[in-house]
């Protein structure tokens, strides 16, 4: 068997794909509040930067980048699950639980890519904020409201009307349409 290795940056720039176990879920965007929290805590816990973010019903893709002397990404990524799961768990909202009696709302892993240059960093960017419209939610990435791309438009980095026209490709660890 193979076994997965991670590219452990310190400093380092990521795009994680991070997904919920039933992708038939809207949890992410139906609790939106709640995963903010979760960034939040997590954030102030163990310091990280948000460059891209895009939250969609069963799925988020972000670009987060680390302190210079650190490269622990995959602790980060168990303290937002972790919160984000229990807050919703005490707020009534029902998670099934697998054979081991844990909550099973995400997978168990998620997805990551070391961002290599500027090209690169443009690239997975520009996918984040363009996949609300390849997942047809909307027809032009600005109506998404779970976006880091209205950041990007009030920053004057992109237009408003950015990602009208045309389709980014690659499906960054994403199971076929």
Not at 142 to 164: E, F, K, M, Q
């Amino acid at each position: 068997m193979v076994r997965y290795r991670r590219n452990f940056v310190p400093g380092g720039s990521y795009f994680f794909t991070a997904t919920l176990h039933d992708r038939r879920s809207s949890a992410l965007v139906e609790h939106a509040e709640k995963l903010r929290a979760a960034f939040r805590i997590a954030r102030g816990e163990r310091p990280f930067t948000i460059d891209a973010i895009v939250v969609l019903p069963d799925h988020l893709h972000v670009i987060m980048t680390l302190p210079d002397n650190d490269a622990d990404f995959s602790s980060r990524w168990r303290r937002i699950k972790s919160v984000f799961t229990h807050r919703l768990a005490t707020s009534g909202v029902l998670i099934s639980r697998n054979h081991r009696g844990e909550f099973s709302l995400w997978q168990r892993r998620f997805w990551e890519h070391t961002i290599r240059d500027e090209a690169d960093f443009e690239r997975c960017a520009d996918y984040i904020h363009f996949n609300p419209v390849k997942h047809r939610l909307v027809a032009s990435p600005i109506d998404w409201p779970y976006s880091s791309l209205h950041r990007y438009v009030r920053a004057g980095l992109l237009p408003a009307d950015w990602g009208g026209a045309g389709e980014i490709g690659g499906n960054f660890g994403e199971r076929g349409d």
